[in-house]
């Protein structure tokens, strides 16, 4: 019977126009995100922009990285972000709703973030949008330094699939930005 549907599914498939691309399957929000896969550090591999001026900003990125902490309520998100040279960082209030991350009001940050599908386990790429719902970014995110030719190259026909830039490949030998995590940083205070 499932081999008498995959064979009606792949002749249809070959037929109709309205069958899902390969860019369609790729830009697919991440379902069922879970917050236990978010926490933690994860380093800037690969990004891609919309806009030529954002370039020169993005391949000073070797050495970011992010970092999601929390206590598994999802309606309060820290995401710190390391980024530039000198390590410039910053720590946001967001929620996760499904596959988007949604910032605080009082952050005054007009963009909306969404996980989308990645064939790597240990990955994350992220959509960033802007007020208008256009794309700007298009980011890599690894918990390891640098990521295989073939998780590099799903991403490339990611951010090709959205018209961006090519993207940038970050240096895996520059050292990543240091800093505490946003929950150190929280249990001090406390
Ligand atoms: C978060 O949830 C996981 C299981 O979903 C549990 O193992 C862990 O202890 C929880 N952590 C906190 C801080 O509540
Ligand atoms: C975001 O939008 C609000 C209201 O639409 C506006 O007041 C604020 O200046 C915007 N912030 C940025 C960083 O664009
Ligand atoms: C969002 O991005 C698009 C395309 O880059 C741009 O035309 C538009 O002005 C941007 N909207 C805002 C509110 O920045």
């Given at each position: 019977?499932?081999a ?5 599914f792949?002749?249809w ?5 309205a069958a899902?691309?390969?860019?369609e ?10 917050f ?5 550090s ?5 990004g891609?922009?919309?806009d ?6 993005l ?19 820290s ?6 040279g000198?390590?410039?960082h910053?720590t946001?209030s967001?929620s996760?709703d499904?596959s ?6 009082r952050?005054?940050v007009?963009?909306t973030?969404?996980f ?17 719902k256009k ?15 073939e998780?590099?190259e799903?991403y490339r026909?990611?951010?090709r ?19 505490q995590s946003?929950q150190t940083?929280?249990?001090?205070q406390?």
């Open positions: 019977m499932f008498v549907y995959i064979i009606v792949i002749c498939k070959s037929v109709s126009h899902p691309s390969a860019c399957n790729l830009l697919h929000p991440v379902e069922q995100l879970d236990h896969h978010l926490e933690g994860w380093a800037l591999v690969a891609s922009v919309s030529p001026a954002h370039l020169e900003s391949k000073s990125r070797d050495s970011a990285r992010i970092i999601f902490a929390g206590n598994n309520d999802t309606s309060k998100i995401f710190t972000v390391y980024y530039g000198e390590c410039h910053k946001y967001v996760l499904g988007t991350l949604n910032f605080d009001e952050e005054q007009n963009l973030l969404t989308l599908f990645t064939s790597c386990s240990d990955c994350l790429v992220m959509r960033f949008d802007n007020e208008s794309i700007e970014r298009l980011l890599l995110f690894s918990k390891r330094r640098a990521a295989e030719p998780e590099l799903e026909v990611q951010a699939c959205l018209n961006l830039l090519p993207p940038a490949v970050m240096d895996p030998t520059k050292e990543l930005c240091q800093g946003a940083e929280r249990e001090q406390a």
